[in-house]
C-alpha cells in the first residue's frame, strides 16, 4: 500500500492524498490551492495521478482547500464517487457553484485585458456544467455511517467539529489479507466553541495523516476573544466606525451570527451602544450557507439543540440583515453609520470583502477584524502583520483603520488542541504523517509529539509517496511553479515593497454490542436508521421554531 501527498505539502492549501492498492486508488481530498498568482497556477498544473484510474474521492470537508478542484478533476476524467457527510454534500452545493462562478467571471475580465494587449483568451479553471457533474457524483453518509466502498476498503466519517458536516476519517483497507486502519484528521476545530460538537478522539490507527495549522501556536481562549469583539465593537461604535470583518463564508460567519445573537439578545448592558447598529452578512454564499447549517441540526453539539427545541433560533436576531444583490452590498460604504460587515473572503483574496476594504482601511475610525487563519501570501496576512498600506484595484490604500486578529475565533485546533488529539491513540501508531502546514508549524509539532510521546513522525515537505509498510520514500517532487506574466510580476513588485516596508518597521460500550445476539451487520443498519431519524426530527424542530426573516432589499428598508 502507498500514500502519494500531492498536496498540502508545503503550505495549508490544495489538500490532496492519493492512497493505492494492487487493485484500488482512492483520493483524500481535491482542494483548490490558494494564496497569491503563483499558489493558484498550482492549480492548472497536470494532476499527479491520472484521474480516469481513481476509483472514489473521500472528502473531509467542504471548504474550498479541500474540495476546490473535483470540479477540474471531473472535467479531466474522474467518474467515481464522492464520499462526505450528508452536511458536507449539502454545502458542497453552495460551495463549488460559487467557486465555479469565480473562474468564469475571472476568465473573462482576463481575456478582456489578454484582448487588447493583443493576447489570446483565457480558459476557466472550470465551469459551472463541471461543477454540477461533480455534484452528480457525491454520495452522502451519516456520521458514525460505516460504509463499504469496495470489498476491500471501508470508512466511517466521525465528526471533526471544524466546520459544518466536517469528518475525521477512519478507513480500513485490506490487501493481501492484510488489513490495515488509516486515518486522516482533515481539519480539527477547537474545543467547546458553539454550534458544533468537539472533535471526536479517536483510539486506533495504523497510520495516521493529521494537519498542523496551528502546530507552533496556542490560541487565547474563545470566551477572551468574544470580549474582546465586544469592546472593538462598542469602542468602534462611539467613535462613529464600523467594524469589518473578513470571514469565511462557511463556519466562521455562523459562529460570529452566534455570538452577536447572545450580544443583542442576552446582555441588556450593551444595548445603548448596539441597539441600532445592524450586523450585515454580505455574502451570497455566506446568506446561502447559514441557511444549510439550519437545515442540519442533527450535527449540532447538545446546547444549540436544546436552544433550537426551545423555539430560539441561535443564527437569527432582530438586527441581523442579509445582503445578496449587488446594489445592497454598495449601500453599505455609502452609508456612514457605524454597522458591523461580515463578508467574505476570510483572506481577503476575492469577493466584497475587498470593496469594503478599499472604502473602510484608510479611516481611523473603524476596525477590521480577523477571526481566522491567514496564509502567507494573503492581504489578509499582510494587515495583520503590520502593511502600512495596500493596493486593492489597482489603487494604494493607506492603513489606518485599527487591526485585530482574534485567533480564539478559528476554526482550527491549536497546538493544545492537536497534541490532545493525537494523544488519544491508544497504542502508537506505526506512522504518522503531518501535512496542512507551514514548515515552522509542521516541524514544531513534529518536536513536540516525538519529545512527548516518543512519535517519530513524517514532516511532509514536498509532494512525496511513502510505501506504508515498509515507510520507504519512493519519490520526492518539488513543485515549481512559473506566473511571470504582466500582472504577476506586478503582484511581485507589490509584495517586495510590502514586505520591505515591514522589515523597516521592525529589526493547532460499541464491543458489548456485539456479544449480543444481533450480528454486526444487523447493528450498523439499525445504527443508521437511528441516526436518519435522529436527523429528520431535529430538521423538523428546526423548521418550526426558524422566524421568518425580512427579505426587503435594503435600499427599500426603512431603517436606511
Not at 498544473?45 to 484510474?53: G, I, R, W
Not at 447538545?302 to 444583490?325: Q, V, W, Y
Not at 520514500?473 to 504582466?486: A, G
Given at each position: 500500500?502507498?500514500?502519494?501527498?500531492?498536496?498540502?505539502?508545503?503550505?495549508?492549501?490544495g489538500?490532496?492524498?492519493?492512497i493505492?492498492?494492487?487493485?484500488?486508488?482512492?483520493?483524500?481530498?481535491?482542494g483548490?490551492?490558494?494564496g497569491?498568482?503563483?499558489?493558484?497556477?498550482?492549480?492548472?498544473?497536470?494532476?499527479p495521478?491520472?484521474?480516469?484510474?481513481?476509483?472514489c474521492?473521500?472528502?473531509?470537508?467542504?471548504h474550498?482547500?479541500h474540495?476546490?478542484?473535483?470540479?477540474?478533476?471531473?472535467?479531466r476524467?474522474?467518474?467515481?464517487?464522492?464520499?462526505?457527510?450528508?452536511?458536507?454534500?449539502d454545502?458542497?452545493?453552495?460551495?463549488?457553484r460559487d467557486?465555479?462562478?469565480?473562474?468564469?467571471?475571472?476568465?473573462?475580465?482576463?481575456?478582456?485585458?489578454?484582448?487588447?494587449?493583443?493576447k489570446?483568451?483565457?480558459?476557466?479553471?472550470?465551469?459551472?456544467?463541471?461543477?454540477?457533474?461533480?455534484?452528480?457524483l457525491?454520495?452522502?453518509?451519516?456520521?458514525?455511517?460505516l460504509i463499504?466502498?469496495?470489498?476491500e476498503?471501508?470508512i466511517?466519517?466521525?465528526?471533526?467539529?471544524?466546520?459544518?458536516?466536517?469528518?475525521?476519517?477512519?478507513?480500513?483497507?485490506?490487501?493481501?489479507?492484510?488489513?490495515?486502519?488509516?486515518?486522516?484528521?482533515g481539519?480539527?476545530?477547537?474545543?467547546?466553541?458553539?454550534?458544533?460538537?468537539n472533535?471526536t478522539?479517536?483510539?486506533?490507527a495504523?497510520?495516521?495523516?493529521?494537519?498542523?495549522?496551528?502546530?507552533?501556536?496556542?490560541h487565547?481562549?474563545?470566551?477572551?476573544?468574544?470580549?474582546?469583539?465586544?469592546?472593538?465593537?462598542?469602542?468602534?461604535?462611539?467613535?462613529?466606525g464600523?467594524?469589518?470583518?473578513?470571514?469565511?463564508?462557511v463556519?466562521?460567519?455562523?459562529?460570529l451570527?452566534?455570538?452577536?445573537?447572545?450580544?443583542?439578545?442576552?446582555?441588556?448592558?450593551?444595548?445603548?451602544?448596539?441597539?441600532?447598529?445592524?450586523?450585515?452578512?454580505?455574502?451570497?454564499?455566506a446568506?446561502?450557507?447559514t441557511?444549510?447549517f439550519k437545515?442540519?441540526?442533527?450535527?449540532?453539539?447538545?446546547?444549540t439543540?436544546?436552544?433550537?427545541?426551545?423555539?430560539?433560533?441561535?443564527?437569527?436576531?432582530?438586527?441581523?440583515?442579509?445582503?445578496?444583490?449587488?446594489?445592497?452590498?454598495?449601500?453599505?460604504?455609502?452609508?456612514?453609520?457605524?454597522?458591523?460587515?461580515?463578508?467574505?473572503?476570510?483572506?481577503?483574496e476575492?469577493?466584497?470583502?475587498?470593496?469594503?476594504?478599499?472604502h473602510n482601511?484608510?479611516?481611523?475610525?473603524?476596525?477590521?477584524?480577523f477571526?481566522?487563519?491567514?496564509?502567507?501570501?494573503?492581504l489578509?496576512?499582510?494587515?495583520?502583520?503590520?502593511?502600512?498600506e495596500?493596493?486593492?484595484?489597482?489603487e494604494?490604500?493607506?492603513?489606518?483603520?485599527?487591526?485585530?486578529?482574534?485567533?480564539?475565533f478559528?476554526?482550527?485546533?491549536?497546538?493544545?488542541g492537536?497534541?490532545?488529539?493525537?494523544?488519544?491513540?491508544?497504542?502508537?501508531?506505526?506512522?504518522?504523517f503531518?501535512?496542512?502546514?507551514e514548515?515552522?508549524?509542521?516541524?514544531?509539532?513534529?518536536?513536540?509529539?516525538?519529545?512527548?510521546?516518543?512519535?517519530?513522525?513524517?514532516?511532509?515537505m514536498?509532494?512525496?509517496?511513502?510505501?506504508?509498510?515498509?515507510?520507504?520514500?519512493?519519490?520526492?517532487e518539488e513543485?515549481?511553479?512559473?506566473?511571470?506574466?504582466?500582472?504577476?510580476?506586478e503582484e511581485?513588485?507589490d509584495?517586495?515593497?510590502?514586505?520591505?516596508?515591514?522589515?523597516?518597521?521592525?529589526?493547532?460500550g460499541?464491543?458489548?454490542?456485539?456479544?449480543?445476539?444481533?450480528?454486526?451487520?444487523?447493528l450498523?443498519?439499525?445504527?443508521?436508521?437511528?441516526?436518519?431519524?435522529e436527523?429528520?426530527?431535529?430538521n423538523l424542530?428546526?423548521?418550526?421554531?426558524?422566524?421568518?426573516?425580512?427579505?426587503?432589499?435594503?435600499?427599500?428598508?426603512?431603517?436606511?
Amino acid at each position: 500500500m502507498k500514500i502519494k501527498f500531492c498536496g498540502a505539502s508545503e503550505g495549508v492549501t490544495g489538500s490532496c492524498h492519493l492512497i493505492s492498492t494492487e487493485e484500488h486508488k482512492i483520493l483524500l481530498d481535491c482542494g483548490q490551492f490558494q494564496g497569491g498568482k503563483a499558489m493558484e497556477a498550482m492549480n492548472r498544473e497536470a494532476f499527479p495521478f491520472t484521474p480516469e484510474e481513481i476509483e472514489c474521492v473521500v472528502l473531509s470537508h467542504a471548504h474550498i482547500d479541500h474540495c476546490g478542484r473535483l470540479p477540474l478533476l471531473v472535467k479531466r476524467g474522474f467518474r467515481g464517487q464522492i464520499y462526505c457527510t450528508d452536511a458536507t454534500a449539502d454545502l458542497l452545493e453552495v460551495m463549488l457553484r460559487d467557486s465555479a462562478y469565480i473562474h468564469e467571471k475571472d476568465a473573462e475580465t482576463q481575456s478582456r485585458k489578454n484582448a487588447r494587449k493583443g493576447k489570446p483568451p483565457v480558459e476557466p479553471l472550470y465551469t459551472i456544467k463541471d461543477a454540477e457533474a461533480a455534484l452528480t457524483l457525491v454520495k452522502p453518509v451519516l456520521y458514525d455511517q460505516l460504509i463499504e466502498i469496495n470489498p476491500e476498503i471501508k470508512i466511517v466519517f466521525n465528526d471533526a467539529g471544524h466546520i459544518l458536516g466536517s469528518a475525521i476519517t477512519e478507513l480500513w483497507i485490506t490487501e493481501a489479507e492484510s488489513t490495515s486502519k488509516i486515518v486522516f484528521s482533515g481539519d480539527l476545530g477547537v474545543m467547546n466553541t458553539p454550534i458544533l460538537r468537539n472533535p471526536t478522539k479517536i483510539k486506533k490507527a495504523d497510520y495516521v495523516i493529521m494537519e498542523t495549522t496551528y502546530g507552533n501556536r496556542i490560541h487565547e481562549p474563545n470566551a477572551t476573544s468574544i470580549d474582546q469583539l465586544i469592546k472593538i465593537t462598542i469602542d468602534t461604535v462611539k467613535r462613529g466606525g464600523s467594524v469589518i470583518i473578513p470571514s469565511f463564508a462557511v463556519g466562521r460567519t455562523q459562529e460570529l451570527i452566534y455570538q452577536f445573537n447572545l450580544f443583542y439578545e442576552e446582555h441588556p448592558e450593551y444595548r445603548q451602544y448596539l441597539e441600532n447598529v445592524n450586523v450585515y452578512i454580505d455574502s451570497p454564499m455566506a446568506t446561502t450557507a447559514t441557511e444549510v447549517f439550519k437545515r442540519n441540526a442533527q450535527v449540532f453539539d447538545e446546547e444549540t439543540k436544546a436552544r433550537i427545541l426551545s423555539g430560539d433560533n441561535p443564527l437569527d436576531f432582530k438586527n441581523l440583515k442579509f445582503t445578496r444583490n449587488t446594489a445592497d452590498s454598495q449601500m453599505l460604504n455609502n452609508d456612514k453609520t457605524p454597522k458591523v460587515i461580515i463578508s467574505a473572503s476570510g483572506m481577503c483574496e476575492a469577493g466584497r470583502i475587498r470593496h469594503h476594504l478599499k472604502h473602510n482601511l484608510w479611516d481611523s475610525r473603524n476596525s477590521i477584524v480577523f477571526v481566522g487563519y491567514q496564509a502567507e501570501g494573503t492581504l489578509g496576512r499582510l494587515l495583520i502583520e503590520g502593511a502600512k498600506e495596500v493596493k486593492l484595484f489597482g489603487e494604494t490604500v493607506v492603513v489606518k483603520a485599527e487591526i485585530h486578529n482574534l485567533e480564539g475565533f478559528s476554526g482550527h485546533a491549536d497546538q493544545k488542541g492537536l497534541f490532545e488529539w493525537i494523544s488519544s491513540f491508544e497504542k502508537k501508531p506505526k506512522q504518522v504523517f503531518l501535512v496542512h502546514g507551514e514548515t515552522d508549524s509542521k516541524k514544531d509539532f513534529a518536536k513536540l509529539i516525538e519529545t512527548e510521546l516518543g512519535y517519530d513522525p513524517v514532516v511532509i515537505m514536498q509532494n512525496s509517496e511513502f510505501e506504508l509498510e515498509t515507510g520507504r520514500l519512493l519519490s520526492k517532487e518539488e513543485v515549481i511553479t512559473e506566473v511571470m506574466d504582466d500582472e504577476g510580476i506586478e503582484e511581485l513588485k507589490d509584495k517586495i515593497v510590502n514586505v520591505k516596508e515591514q522589515l523597516d518597521q521592525m529589526l493547532s460500550g460499541a464491543e458489548d454490542a456485539m456479544k449480543n445476539q444481533l450480528s454486526a451487520e444487523k447493528l450498523q443498519q439499525i445504527n443508521n436508521i437511528v441516526l436518519e431519524l435522529e436527523k429528520a426530527s431535529l430538521n423538523l424542530g428546526s423548521s418550526l421554531t426558524s422566524e421568518n426573516r425580512d427579505t426587503t432589499p435594503l435600499s427599500e428598508q426603512g431603517d436606511m
